[in-house]
């Protein structure tokens, strides 16, 4: 059949290569629309109970993954050119459009009975610019009285923090990178003013950077994956055509990924924008094993035709495995329920497949254009280096059994010792370096202010009206003043501070009455907490109404955490979560915890479980495959065992390494499953077709294979682990990951393939014809 089809691609050539140019040309159109996601990742599938509670609470009080926040350290904040400059800074950002609301000291109100109408009425403590160190002091002393911004907007009288809320269609846009670099640009002004270094954190700041990253690195992976490939060819072939021939495969294949990402709707994000480098490392192992037996047939026969055909017949199906084999290994992610995996799953497998059709459709015909090749073209199949090697490869398989047994084994208990230390754990900024400012700039906000990572809890008191009940106030009060208490959070807000913030105003200012209401108070408290109608609303109290619902039946508290990982991050969850079941009956509360937090939490043991099971639906499926091939089980546990060792050997240095399981490793291994297996297929196919060929010899025909199959397969996997190490220059933790435990998966593979293949299929065959 392959033969035939090789005929038929020579045939017609000429239509077959207008069809893929054009139909490139189209994807290449719809690739120029590709835009980069600037929405949180779908990690859980909307109908988990975590996401539709989190929709809920965005309902019902509004997105809570909106507010940037700035922070400088100094003691000097009370002198006259730094205040200024501060405050000067809090009107320039306001005024940067896309900015909702800017909370800040400088803004600071304090709440004044008035005596005419017995109301509190809200009055700015500062009135700036100062010229006279008397006049801010004096104004300094009124603020510090005021225990309801202590831990809110200050600590420890050395931090001080600015929150920036942005407006959550802007967040979601592209233009987030523009508003984002604006704030940017006024910090810079005023460290150049004030002498101090600002501080900048929030999720918004965090997702701006990881995503304008994210398109760098692919750019720059991109480009890098393509002039490493050229190297790699140029090296092995000294031919300028094969090198030009093979990146325009490449090339092609990654315009069909950019295309197809449009076509059915997905946008850019960490996981799909490594998809193009990547089209690329797994698109020239195709051009190398057509070339490779192109030349070797030709350099046989010296028919130029011949060559062609023969290379198609034969290297059609492996090729054809291959790039099905790598494909599953991607394209198992689709069945997942994260959304995110899905994405990625759907283009690599789609395009991955595509590969293999333009490198069928484009190689055959384009070499039948070329001029024959010359000797320097086939020189690297002459490689005395690479022959020494694999005589030593073969030599230890047949006469060194024994010895390749014992150190797989030993290599196993070893992994299996180090898999036994691997842990389950995953941070919200996990891919960053320690040493990046993102990371160092969040640890100096969970340091002065316990955390920035928002978490949400909803108390439903089932009553209208039931929030202003003097013993739910109480409740939430006894809760919030635990939490304060607990080091890996912020001082938690509620609208309880608003009515103790009241109550200090009731009683004269003073701040020994910051406190919750009592019996005698209630009376007092729906006149006092109603603002004159005429004057404009604060910001305290803007801000105090989104804590509750217009029926003053839910309230929420809001809390802002460390970045504690998957594994504390419960931890606390789980405190807080007992604490509040002693503290509110539930039969008459509901309780819903909820918030950026939680989300991540849900979306990371989502993720973590469907790489799990994708891991096993990939060996299914490869298995399948392999069963299909073959035709034979013995060949089958043949092909398995030398491609689980890697498995198993990379998870054992990954314990022993101290890299923890998470999205980003997981990933790993049914990626490297999918691609390893390809060294198998070349080299079980080449055994199979040559058996015959030496009367069912199984020790000469495995020496065959080594000899004849060997350069080609270190060539492929020189190529592909030279590709994956690109993606260790990335400033992502998770992509450098991928990059170098692939690379040590492929090089044990390799080695495992053209070692402990050999000696399976001897002892298996040992007693009859395989």
Same mark, same amino acid.
């Given at each position: 059949?392959?033969?035939?089809?090789?005929?038929?691609?020579?045939?017609?050539?000429?239509?077959?290569?207008?069809?893929? /140019?054009? #139909?490139?040309?189209?994807? *290449?159109?719809?690739?120029?629309?590709?835009?980069?996601?600037?929405?949180?990742?779908?990690?859980?599938?909307?109908?988990?109970?975590?996401?539709?509670?989190?929709? %809920?609470?965005?309902?019902?009080?509004?997105?809570?993954?909106?507010?940037?926040?700035?922070?400088? %350290?100094?003691?000097?904040?009370?002198?006259?050119?730094?205040?200024?400059?501060?405050?000067?800074?809090?009107?320039?950002?306001?005024?940067? =459009?896309?900015?909702?609301?800017?909370?800040?000291?400088?803004?600071?109100? +304090?709440?004044?009975?008035? &005596?005419?109408?017995?109301?509190?009425?809200?009055?700015?403590?500062?009135?700036? =610019?100062?010229?006279?160190?008397?006049?801010?002091?004096?104004?300094?002393?009124?603020?510090?009285?005021?225990?309801?911004?202590? *831990?809110?907007?200050?600590?420890?009288?050395? %931090?001080?923090?600015?929150?920036?809320?942005?407006? #959550?269609?802007?967040?979601?846009?592209?233009?987030?990178?523009?508003?984002?670099?604006?704030?940017?640009?006024?910090?810079?002004?005023?460290?150049?003013?004030?002498?101090?270094?600002?501080?900048?954190?929030?999720?918004?700041?965090?997702?701006?950077?990881?995503?304008?990253?994210?398109?760098?690195?692919?750019?720059?992976?991109?480009? *890098?994956?393509?002039?490493?490939?050229?190297?790699?060819?140029?090296?092995?072939?000294?031919?300028?055509?094969?090198?030009?021939?093979?990146?325009?495969?490449?090339?092609?294949?990654?315009?069909?990924?950019?295309?197809?990402?449009?076509?059915?709707?997905?946008?850019?994000?960490?996981?799909?924008? /490594?998809?193009?480098?990547?089209?690329?490392?797994?698109?020239? =192992?195709?051009?190398?094993?057509?070339?490779?037996?192109?030349?070797?047939?030709?350099?046989?026969?010296?028919?130029?035709?011949?060559?062609?055909?023969?290379?198609?017949?034969?290297?059609?199906?492996?090729?054809?495995?291959?790039?099905?084999?790598?494909?599953?290994?991607?394209?198992?992610? #689709?069945?997942?329920?994260?959304?995110?995996?899905?994405?990625?799953?759907?283009?690599?497998?789609?395009?991955?497949?595509?590969?293999?059709?333009?490198?069928?459709?484009?190689?055959?015909?384009?070499?039948?254009?070329?001029?024959?090749?010359?000797?320097?073209?086939?020189?690297?199949?002459?490689?005395?280096?690479?022959?020494?090697?694999?005589?030593?490869?073969?030599?230890?398989?047949?006469?060194?059994? !024994?010895?390749?047994?014992?150190?797989?084994?030993?290599?196993? /208990?070893?992994?299996?010792?180090?898999?036994?230390?691997?842990?389950?754990?995953?941070?919200?900024?996990?891919?960053?370096?320690?040493?990046?400012?993102?990371?160092?700039?969040?640890?100096?906000?969970?340091?002065?202010?316990?955390?920035?990572?928002?978490?949400?809890?909803?108390?439903?008191?089932?009553? !209208?009206?039931?929030?202003?009940?003097?013993?739910?106030?109480?409740?939430?009060?006894?809760?919030?003043?635990?939490?304060?208490?607990?080091?890996?959070?912020?001082?938690?807000?509620?609208?309880?501070?608003?009515?103790?913030?009241?109550?200090?105003?009731?009683?004269?200012?003073? &701040?020994?009455?910051?406190?919750?209401?009592?019996?005698?108070?209630?009376?007092?408290?729906?006149?006092?907490?109603?603002?004159?109608?005429?004057?404009?609303?604060?910001?305290? &109290?803007?801000?105090? +109404?989104?804590?509750?619902?217009?029926?003053?039946?839910? #309230?929420?508290?809001?809390?802002?955490?460390?970045?504690?990982?998957?594994?504390?991050?419960?931890?606390?969850? +789980?405190?807080?979560?007992?604490?509040?079941?002693?503290?509110?009956?539930?039969?008459?509360?509901?309780?819903?915890?909820?918030?950026?937090?939680?989300?991540?939490?849900?979306?990371?043991?989502?993720?973590?479980?469907?790489?799990?099971?994708?891991?096993?639906?990939?060996?299914?499926?490869?298995?399948?495959?392999?069963?299909?091939?073959?035709?034979?089980?013995?060949?089958?546990?043949?092909?398995?065992?030398?491609?689980?060792?890697?498995?198993?050997?990379?998870?054992?240095?990954?314990?022993?390494?101290?890299?923890?399981?998470?999205?980003?490793?997981?990933?790993?291994?049914?990626?490297?499953?999918?691609?390893?297996?390809?060294?198998?297929?070349?080299?079980?196919?080449?055994?199979?077709?040559?058996?015959?060929?030496?009367?069912?010899?199984?020790?000469?025909?495995?020496?065959?294979?080594?000899?004849?199959? *060997?350069?080609?397969?270190?060539?492929?996997?020189?190529?592909?682990?030279?590709?994956?190490?690109?993606?260790?220059?990335?400033?992502?933790?998770?992509?450098?990951?991928?990059?170098?435990?692939?690379?040590?998966?492929?090089?044990?593979?390799?080695?495992?393939?053209?070692?402990?293949?050999?000696?399976?299929?001897?002892?298996?065959?040992?007693?009859?014809?395989?």
């Amino acid at each position: 059949m392959w033969y035939s089809l090789a005929k038929f691609i020579l045939k017609f050539r000429v239509l077959l290569l207008v069809v893929l /140019i054009a #139909a490139t040309a189209y994807m *290449g159109f719809m690739a120029s629309k590709v835009q980069l996601s600037y929405e949180p990742s779908k990690a859980i599938p909307r109908d988990n109970a975590k996401y539709i509670e989190y929709q %809920a609470f965005v309902k019902k009080f509004g997105d809570d993954g909106n507010t940037l926040v700035l922070g400088i %350290a100094t003691q000097n904040i009370f002198t006259q050119n730094i205040f200024n400059a501060f405050a000067a800074l809090q009107q320039t950002v306001k005024k940067i =459009p896309g900015v909702v609301d800017v909370l800040s000291m400088p803004e600071a109100v +304090n709440f004044i009975k008035d &005596s005419a109408t017995g109301r509190l009425l809200a009055q700015k403590i500062f009135d700036y =610019p100062y010229t006279s160190q008397q006049r801010l002091d004096s104004d300094k002393a009124v603020f510090e009285n005021l225990p309801f911004y202590k *831990g809110l907007l200050y600590n420890h009288d050395t %931090a001080w923090l600015m929150a920036v809320r942005l407006n #959550a269609d802007t967040v979601r846009s592209k233009y987030r990178t523009k508003l984002v670099s604006d704030i940017v640009g006024e910090t810079t002004v005023f460290e150049s003013v004030a002498k101090l270094p600002v501080h900048i954190s929030g999720l918004p700041y965090y997702l701006t950077t990881y995503a304008n990253r994210i398109a760098k690195e692919m750019n720059w992976f991109l480009t *890098g994956s393509l002039i490493l490939s050229a190297i790699t060819l140029m090296l092995f072939f000294r031919s300028v055509n094969a090198t030009i021939m093979s990146l325009l495969v490449v090339g092609m294949g990654v315009v069909w990924c950019l295309g197809t990402m449009v076509l059915v709707g997905y946008k850019i994000t960490l996981l799909t924008a /490594i998809i193009p480098p990547l089209i690329v490392v797994i698109g020239v =192992p195709n051009c190398i094993y057509f070339l490779n037996k192109y030349h070797t047939t030709f350099r046989e026969t010296g028919d130029k035709n011949k060559a062609l055909i023969t290379m198609v017949g034969r290297m059609g199906v492996v090729t054809l495995f291959c790039n099905l084999a790598a494909a599953i290994g991607f394209a198992v992610f #689709a069945f997942t329920h994260s959304e995110v995996l899905k994405e990625f799953g759907v283009v690599s497998g789609i395009n991955i497949m595509m590969l293999f059709i333009i490198s069928l459709i484009f190689i055959p015909p384009v070499l039948s254009f070329l001029p024959e090749p010359k000797p320097r073209h086939v020189r690297y199949l002459d490689n005395k280096l690479l022959e020494k090697l694999l005589l030593r490869l073969e030599h230890w398989a047949f006469n060194h059994s !024994k010895w390749i047994y014992g150190v797989s084994l030993i290599a196993i /208990i070893i992994a299996v010792i180090g898999m036994t230390k691997l842990k389950k754990e995953g941070f919200i900024v996990d891919d960053l370096q320690k040493d990046d400012v993102v990371y160092t700039d969040l640890k100096w906000f969970e340091h002065n202010f316990g955390g920035i990572m928002p978490l949400e809890i909803m108390i439903d008191t089932k009553k !209208k009206k039931g929030l202003f009940r003097l013993p739910v106030i109480n409740k939430i009060d006894s809760f919030s003043q635990y939490v304060d208490t607990r080091p890996e959070t912020s001082r938690p807000l509620s609208y309880v501070d608003g009515l103790k913030f009241a109550i200090q105003a009731l009683y004269g200012g003073d &701040s020994s009455n910051y406190r919750t209401p009592t019996e005698f108070d209630g009376a007092f408290m729906g006149d006092l907490l109603r603002s004159d109608p005429k004057a404009k609303a604060s910001q305290i &109290s803007q801000m105090l +109404n989104s804590f509750i619902d217009s029926n003053k039946q839910v #309230a929420r508290v809001s809390i802002n955490v460390q970045d504690l990982g998957t594994v504390k991050l419960p931890l606390l969850i +789980n405190d807080f979560d007992s604490v509040t079941r002693k503290t509110f009956d539930t039969a008459h509360y509901k309780l819903t915890f909820t918030g950026g937090s939680i989300t991540f939490l849900e979306g990371s043991s989502f993720i973590i479980d469907g790489l799990k099971s994708s891991i096993c639906w990939a060996f299914l499926l490869i298995a399948l495959c392999m069963l299909y091939l073959f035709r034979s089980a013995r060949i089958l546990l043949c092909s398995l065992i030398p491609n689980i060792v890697p498995l198993v050997i990379t998870a054992g240095i990954m314990g022993w390494a101290g890299v923890s399981l998470k999205p980003s490793t997981v990933l790993v291994f049914s990626v490297a499953l999918g691609i390893a297996i390809d060294v198998t297929i070349r080299f079980l196919v080449n055994y199979k077709q040559e058996l015959s060929h030496y009367n069912y010899n199984v020790p000469e025909t495995l020496r065959q294979t080594i000899r004849h199959t *060997g350069i080609s397969i270190i060539y492929t996997s020189l190529v592909l682990i030279a590709g994956f190490i690109i993606f260790c220059f990335s400033q992502f933790g998770g992509t450098k990951a991928l990059g170098w435990l692939t690379s040590l998966t492929l090089v044990v593979g390799t080695l495992t393939n053209l070692t402990l293949l050999p000696v399976l299929i001897k002892a298996l065959a040992k007693k009859k014809k395989v």
